[in-house]
């Protein structure tokens, strides 16, 4: 899998929007780029995912640069529960998805009430 | 709805004695099986995927075996555990083998070897 870059930690307040940036610039035309959190002491979860095109669930939104070299995960307002470790990973068509997902060290996402 | 079960929560064993941790999905068929293990203050590694019964791949050498008896249940074993082996073990599945589907993750065992 391509190689993503993370700032190691951000701060927010709470009920305001969140941008957690991720640099991809060596993303090949067939990555997906993916993203998860891990709560404290929880598995991961999937958050959203996308590969052209800007994307939104009920989660979050995923914007992505024209160029695909990087991505913005929008958390649209922060809440005490979003505080979590944030993981921006890109999977890709040739590899077939079953050999897992590779994670970084992701971004701790600390939110003040 | 597809569920993921992973037992026990948290685990102390001694050095030397064998693991056994167990993962089993609902709600879905063939899915792709993956274990997950992470180091206290460390990122989370990949240990073992499953694409069926019977097939396993190892992404690390290591003190560890996987096994899957039967199409929605993995297995994580050890014979002999020792201190290195503590953390945080996490099961995965996924639907299919294209990275335009999302893995889920169980709850996780915490290990602990004393």
């Known amino acids: 899998d391509a190689k993503t870059t993370q700032p190691n930690s951000m701060e927010s307040n709470e009920e305001e929007p969140v941008h957690l940036p991720c640099n991809h610039s060596?993303?090949?035309?067939?990555?997906?780029i993916h993203w998860y959190r891990q709560l404290p002491s929880q598995g991961p979860e999937y958050v959203i995912h996308?590969?052209?095109s800007n994307v939104n669930n009920r989660m979050a939104s995923l914007a992505i640069a024209e160029d695909r070299k990087s991505s913005t995960l929008i958390l649209h307002r922060a809440t005490l529960r979003d505080a979590a470790v944030y993981y921006c990973?890109?999977?890709?068509?040739?590899?077939?998805?079953?050999?897992?997902?590779?994670f970084g060290k992701g971004t701790h996402l600390i939110i003040q009430p | 709805s597809q569920t993921i079960h992973q037992w026990p929560a948290t685990l102390v064993q001694p050095v030397g004695s064998p693991l056994s941790l167990e993962c089993t999905v609902e709600?879905?068929?063939?899915?792709?099986l993956y274990w997950y293990r992470q180091a206290a203050g460390r990122g989370l590694q990949l240990l073992f995927y499953?694409?069926?019964?019977?097939?396993i791949s190892s992404e690390v050498p290591q003190n560890l075996s996987a096994s899957r008896p039967q199409d929605r249940q993995f297995i994580l074993s050890s014979k002999k555990l020792l201190l290195s082996d503590s953390g945080f073990y996490l099961c995965?599945?996924?639907?299919?083998?294209?990275?335009?589907?999302?893995?889920?993750f169980g709850s996780g065992t915490r290990l602990t070897v004393v």
């Open positions: 995965a599945w996924s639907a299919a083998l294209h990275p335009n589907y999302g893995y889920t």
């Open positions: 060596t993303i090949s035309g067939t990555d997906y």
């Open positions: 996308g590969l052209t």
């Open positions: 990973i890109l999977r890709d068509v040739t590899g077939g998805g079953a050999d897992g997902l590779t």
């Open positions: 709600g879905t068929s063939n899915p792709n």
């Open positions: 499953s694409v069926g019964i019977g097939q």
